[in-house]
């Protein structure tokens, strides 16, 4: 009787909170969701600082001492992109949707799409971002931040975003 009277609280409270939650929960605008079937919230904007345009950007995995490795969601609305950076151990990009493009210095831009992956080798400058016309959403994964996360360098021109 006792055990069934805990199983029946730890359903009431897990009932109340999806109900509050629920409840709570803000119009699809305010919610944070760039579309109605987004896979991640959008999280906060990208600050100016680092990237050019409209960036939402969300956590998903933050960095420990265990995995060290950093994971996020990032939407780039039409024409926003990162600014040139680098990564000391690399990074990997999953493009989840849209259209977008992907540059490694001295290299020609490459145009990437959802279900595409991109590995961008340690210490090397590169940007990516949504495509002229088109949002673009990647996941990045960040693998072994003892080396270190990121070095921000300068934005990416017009020109340069726009180059064949
Ligand atoms: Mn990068």
Known sequence: MELLNMRLNVLLVTFL???VFLACKAPEEESGRSTANAIFPKGSKGPSQFFTGTVWVTGLVDNDSIFTTSA?????????????????????????????????????????????????????????????????THIYLLPNTEKGMVKWMEPVSDQEFLNE
Not at 88 to 114: D, F, M, N, S
Request: aromatic residues 8%; glycine residues 12%.
């Open 17 to 19: 909170t999806f109900g």
């Open 72 to 136: 996020g969601s990032v939407l780039f609305e039409p024409s926003a992109r990162s600014n040139w950076h680098s990564h000391p151990a690399g990074q990997i990009l999953i493009v989840t949707e849209g259209v977008g493009y992907h540059q490694i210095k001295g290299k020609r831009k490459e145009v990437i799409r959802k279900g595409d992956v991109v590995k961008c080798p340690p210490n090397t400058s590169h940007w990516h971002g949504a495509s002229k016309d088109s949002s673009m």
